[in-house]
């Protein structure tokens, strides 16, 4: 292309989580996390470990998220002809990846202190935790307001959720602890924790890899396009198309067209009809349409299920 298109531009999130609470949420988050190590170490308590290091993964998953928003904002320009905004799937993926690692760390770190359990300081461990617990719910109610439109910010809350939940289990260990000196309940709290962060990790991750490998949009049906555009007044055929996803809120599409009438002037009065078509059935705003006769696209109309890919070049 000759020219760059601006697809930059706000996610939708954006309108109700500004910069400044993203800040505020990574610097409490990052406070939390020292108290709780200092705690864990005063205390001997892992779970109480495992806790902050899932809080720090909040500090540096909102601190990305807020980053990839930066970044998600930048116009156009000749290296990135189609903007930004796909710096904040980046973002996401990233955040689930430190999901899968902190998880399975803190499996290990479990399964090696089953082994060789340690004694634990009951009161500490309650205390950093009703902190902690405080902390992940203001956060959490923070992030939320954003992650309605943004699986960027949908990570970053799912951690919240997680950490949130996490604290709850730690104090439970730390009561047992206490009542029973049950220190195995740190450790089974533990693996949950882990589990619960992997079994997070899995939930998202398979769109957001759609999203990078320019899928389809989830919520379009490649037939349900072809279709129509196969059936717009002046349309003969359809080749060669392709959707995928600008980022997460921006929709492209590029096709052949075929159309019923071989004159140049037709085909461009009927471009602006079929745009506004996509537009408005399947939210795509961006979309390329070129002429291709019959005779040089016979061969290579699209199959009855096509495989949707993303653009070629």
Known sequence: MGHSHNHGGHSHGEENLSDRQLIFAVAINVLLTVAQIIGGIVSGSLALIADALHNFSDAASLGLAWFARLIGRRPA???????????????????????????????????????????IEGWTVIGVAGIA????????FITHRGARDSINMKAAFLHNVSDAMASVGVIAAGVLILLYDFYLADLIITVVIAGYVIWQGLSLMPRTVRLLMGAVPDEVEFDQIVRALQEHEGVAGVHHVHVWNLGE?????????????????????????????????????????????????????????????????
């Open 77 to 119: 320009d000749k290296l990135m002809t189609f903007g930004y905004a796909q710096g904040e799937v980046v973002a996401a993926l990233i955040n689930l990846t430190t999901l899968f690692i902190i998880g399975f760390y803190l499996l290990v770190e479990a399964i090696n202190r089953f082994a060789d359990p340690q004694p």
């Open 249 to 313: 809120h921006h929709r492209a599409l590029e096709a052949h067209l075929t159309p019923s009438t071989a004159s140049l002037q037709a085909f461009e009065e009927l471009k602006q009809p079929l745009r506004d078509l996509l537009l408005e059935r399947f939210g795509i705003a961006h979309a390329t349409l070129e002429a291709c006769l019959a005779s040089e696209c016979d061969d290579q109309l699209i199959p009855k299920h096509p495989l949707a890919n993303g653009p070629d070049h």
């Open 133 to 140: 617990l405080v902390i992940d719910l203001v956060t959490a």
